[in-house]
């Protein structure tokens, strides 16, 4: 075997390695209790929450290639925790419900809520543990890892916020945790990040708070309806780029907002 060769072979069996070991630390249910938010595994009782903010115009308008026509049904809601479950299962997706206790909503927003809209404590089941839930809480959106691929330790991160929660820190938190589980638990090399122009504030935190720039433009990648397309501003951020600076620059921020 040439010494060309035996790198390649070398490099393939480092590479399955590698990824086989990245896969056995993707859990079946993760969560984290943070003193701002808790990010905890969907559960059925998320769902009324969850199809509410998937329905909202507002909530939705920088994601409306993501919106139904007639707004999100319970079924919908239903079928859509059981599907990401399913892929988290097969090592695809790490995916949490964003909830705030009822002690932690911000005063300016405590009037705009229902009480209806609280769930009552709680214990929820994780893998190795379990997170207490002491007191009645908000589900305020979703957010995690999509499109795993543990070979090429690479991954995207998205978050979904209810409209009243935006500009309170709680968007910061959750994408801190989830891109602090990807490159320091699951050791990724890549996290993308794919916005749209319209969506000033996804690519302002990207660019201001991660410090990366917009790695490419997706013309009209992205199908709304109706004939209409719109483009894909798709970001990246590498683990040097997250242990060099980036983690600290946003536990800095978070910090601030605590």
């Known amino acids: 075997?040439?010494?060309?060769?035996?790198?390649?072979?070398?490099?393939?069996?480092?590479?399955?390695?590698?990824?086989?070991?990245?896969?056995?630390?993707?859990?079946?249910?993760?969560?984290?209790?943070?003193?701002?938010?808790?990010?905890?595994?969907?559960?059925?009782?998320?769902?009324?929450?969850?199809?509410?903010?998937l329905s909202d115009p507002v909530t939705m308008s920088c994601l409306e290639f993501m919106m139904y026509p007639d707004g999100y049904s319970s079924d919908d809601i239903a079928a859509r925790r059981q599907s990401r479950y399913e892929r988290q299962l097969k090592k695809q997706v790490v995916d949490y419900t964003v909830v705030v206790k009822k002690s932690l909503v911000p005063e300016h927003?405590?009037?705009?809520?229902?009480?209806?809209?609280?769930?009552?404590?709680?214990?929820?089941?994780?893998?190795?543990?379990?997170?207490d839930v002491d007191e009645p809480f908000i589900v305020v959106g979703c957010c995690g890892l999509l499109n795993l691929d543990a070979y090429n330790r690479s991954a995207s991160a998205g978050i979904i916020l209810d409209?009243?929660?935006?500009?309170?820190?709680?968007?910061?938190?959750?994408?801190?945790?989830?891109?602090?589980?990807?490159?320091?638990?699951?050791?990724?090399?890549?996290?993308?990040?794919?916005?749209?122009?319209?969506?000033?504030?996804?690519?302002?935190?990207?660019?201001?708070?991660?410090?990366?720039?917009?790695?490419?433009?997706?013309?009209?990648?992205l199908y709304l309806g109706n004939g209409k397309f719109v483009d894909s501003w798709d970001y990246a951020i590498f683990d040097y780029q997250w242990n060099g600076r980036a983690e600290a620059r946003l536990r800095s921020k978070l910090r601030m907002i605590g």
């Open 109 to 131: 927003i405590v009037d705009q809520i229902d009480d209806d809209e609280y769930l009552p404590p709680k214990r929820v089941l994780i893998d190795g543990g379990h997170i």
């Open 1 to 53: 075997m040439s010494d060309r060769s035996e790198i390649r072979t070398a490099g393939l069996i480092e590479r399955l390695t590698l990824g086989k070991q990245t896969e056995e630390l993707i859990p079946k249910r993760h969560g984290v209790s943070d003193a701002l938010i808790m990010l905890l595994p969907p559960e059925e009782d998320h769902d009324p929450a969850m199809a509410r903010i």
């Open 163 to 221: 409209a009243r929660f935006w500009r309170t820190g709680i968007s910061s938190a959750a994408l801190y945790y989830s891109l602090k589980f990807g490159f320091n638990d699951l050791k990724l090399h890549r996290i993308g990040i794919e916005t749209t122009e319209k969506n000033a504030g996804m690519r302002g935190w990207t660019e201001n708070v991660l410090g990366v720039h917009v790695e490419r433009i997706r013309k009209e990648a």
